[in-house]
């Protein structure tokens, strides 16, 4: 049998990120102000450069939904509680506790009481968005149950229009971030609820009109270069506002990574002990503890631009998850593999 491969723009995303890091920090050195212009650029608190990015980063993922996998949500009912127990009950928690313990103790000498809030809301909207798209590599890549993988991301993508808002809300207020709801609100129906329903349509359309064949090995292949290149957009235009930050403090996005990467693996362990207890499938435990150990981060890099700017310690929180993302899950996938019973 051959060796499953990751594609390569996903195997070397921490390379792109990094990437794009030192480009955006090089465009706002040289640019300077000459950019600003883009942060102004707003519709009822929504920057418009950035809908239209995170709409081409988001709109792909929702076009491989397909919601009539619902109809198997019965067949493994006990992986499908330990995903939903884990994502909206533990890990938005355990998330800010992480973050809390690191930005107001550990890294006290190091950053503003004053932007710590800032830190721990970022990691939060981390928190609160479960996978969406990349575990279906890493659960193809663990040899996780591919049917049981989509029905997790479905009811998950339909648990995230209700769960996210009210969430966020409560730990940022815990928190004692002051969140104007209505923003929060209209940044969930502008980068989930419009391009989850525009994907659905497309989806059962395009099925209809031309195969399923056709929709993964023809629409979807012409449609992820758009996807792939506004997230690096995206990511180069929050660093060409990050760059003061980081040329002041170069080591910011390690403090930052550290609590990241720990409750990733933090999660991933307890989705996989309780897996086991409770005699999951190899095949169903591998990928419910990978959705819960990734994150959604276009939704987190959108929500946090929209709430607190594109200079933001949150939005560079956001942006330091995708960096870390990759090799963190090849990891964890590489755990699986050799413990697979």
């Known amino acids: 049998m051959a060796k499953k491969k990751i594609a390569f ?61 619902l109809k198997k949500v019965g067949k493994e009912p006990k992986g499908l509680i330990l995903t939903v127990i884990v994502n909206w009950l533990i890990k938005p928690f355990t998330m800010a506790f992480f973050a809390w313990i690191f930005f107001t103790k550990i890294y006290a000498a190091f950053i503003d009481p004053a932007q710590a809030g800032e830190y721990i809301a970022g990691a939060i909207l981390l928190g609160a968005a479960p996978c969406t798209a990349m575990v279906f590599v890493w659960s193809y890549l663990s040899d996780g149950n591919p049917n049981y993988t989509l029905v997790q991301v479905s009811v998950n993508d339909l648990i995230i229009l209700v769960a996210f808002v009210p969430i966020v809300g409560l730990l940022l207020g815990i928190t004692d971030i002051k969140i104007p709801y209505e923003t929060l609100a209209t940044s969930v129906i502008v980068f989930v609820v419009i391009p989850l329903v525009a994907g659905y349509i497309t989806n059962r359309s395009v099925i209809k009109t031309k195969g399923e064949d056709w929709l993964k090995n023809n629409l979807l292949h012409k449609i992820r270069p758009f996807s792939i290149g506004a997230l690096l957009v995206t990511l180069i235009l929050l660093f060409a506002f990050q760059g003061e930050i980081i040329t002041q403090k170069p080591f910011i996005i390690l403090l930052v990574a550290v609590p990241l990467i720990l409750q990733t693996y933090f999660i991933f362990i307890i989705t996989w002990v309780i897996g086991k207890f409770i005699k999951l499938p190899y095949a169903t435990c591998a990928p419910a503890a ?25 939005a560079m929180v956001t942006v330091v998850g995708v960096l870390v993302e990759v090799p963190v899950m090849l990891s964890l996938v590489a755990f699986a593999n050799s413990n697979k019973y």
Request: include cysteine.
């Open 9 to 69: 723009f996903e195997k070397y995303l921490t390379i792109w990120v990094a990437l794009c890091i030192a480009a955006g920090i090089a465009i706002g050195y040289f640019a300077g102000d000459k950019i600003k212009f883009l942060t102004e650029m707003e519709i009822f608190n929504v920057n418009i450069p950035v809908a239209i990015l995170i709409w081409l980063m988001i709109y792909p993922m929702m076009l491989q939904i397909d919601f009539t996998s």
């Open 290 to 314: 990978m959705i819960g150990a990734s994150n959604f981060f276009e939704l987190a890099v959108a929500v946090a631009i929209v709430l607190f700017g594109y200079q933001s310690p949150a």
